[in-house]
């Protein structure tokens, strides 16, 4: 069965600090995977996707993540983070329709 | 183009009542998804239609269930409502169903609380 892991539950970094965050998957066909952000009070936004190709995607936001299939993670990374980047941050995995998503990791970005 | 839409945005029932949720895809999206989201459980996947047509399923009882109609718009319900069926609702739209290039698109979901 699919599953998606995402190891840090909580975050807490100071502006312009970079951020990675780790996800692993367990999936035996082809994956596409998403990063999605809940900001404070808003819905579910889409940051960035992998379904083939480059292994190095490009968000919005200045968010990328990279995809190593032989270690089978999804990390996100931003260089230098600011303030509004405080939110709840989601992996997940498509299955035919379906989302899997990781526990989240919960960022907060201190002035 | 306007995003999901799901009505009501938050919802207080009793122990034993039934309630319906509605949503709203963006417009030409013809797949819809339930996610229940909650502190515990985390986002767990419910159901999605295509045409009308449950195409997957979550691991829910039978109590949870929906239907989606001719204009892709998707109702979800729970009937003999329990404590733990509180949780925010989300909807997701997407072009098509289970296409490998498919984005699923969030809507602002639908607070539930059961009392």
């Known amino acids: 069965a699919q599953s998606v892991s995402q ?30 952000v809940q900001y404070p009070g808003q819905h579910l936004q889409l940051l960035l996707k992998y379904f083939s190709g480059d292994p190095l995607v490009k968000g919005i936001k200045g968010f990328e993540a990279e995809f ?8 996100l990374r931003k260089p230098s983070v600011q ?3 405080t939110a709840e941050y989601f992996c997940a995995l498509d299955s035919w329709g379906k989302l899997q998503f990781g526990s989240g990791t919960q960022v907060v970005v201190t002035p | 183009k306007a995003g999901v839409t799901q009505t009501p945005r938050y919802l207080i029932k009793t122990r034993g009542q039934q309630v319906t949720l509605s949503c709203s895809p963006i417009s030409g999206h013809r797949s819809v998804s339930w996610y229940q989201q909650t502190p515990g459980q985390g986002l767990q996947f419910l159901f999605e ?38 949780a925010l609702y989300l909807c997701a739209s997407s072009l098509e169903a289970g296409g490998a290039t498919d984005t699923q698109y969030f809507g602002p979901g639908t607070r539930l609380t059961v009392l």
């Open chain 1, 83 to 85: 303030w509004s980047d």
């Open chain 1, 7 to 36: 190891h840090n539950h909580h975050v807490i970094l100071s502006e312009a600090a970079s951020l990675e965050l780790g996800c692993n998957y367990s999936y035996g066909g082809t994956v596409n995977l998403f990063w999605y």
């Open chain 2, 49 to 86: 239609y295509f045409s009308e047509t449950q195409r997957n399923k979550g691991n829910f009882p039978g109590r949870f269930s929906g239907r989606q109609f001719s204009n892709s718009r998707s109702e979800m319900n729970v009937s003999t409502l329990e404590l733990g069926d509180s």
């Open chain 1, 68 to 75: 190593i299939k032989s270690k089978f993670s999804f990390n």
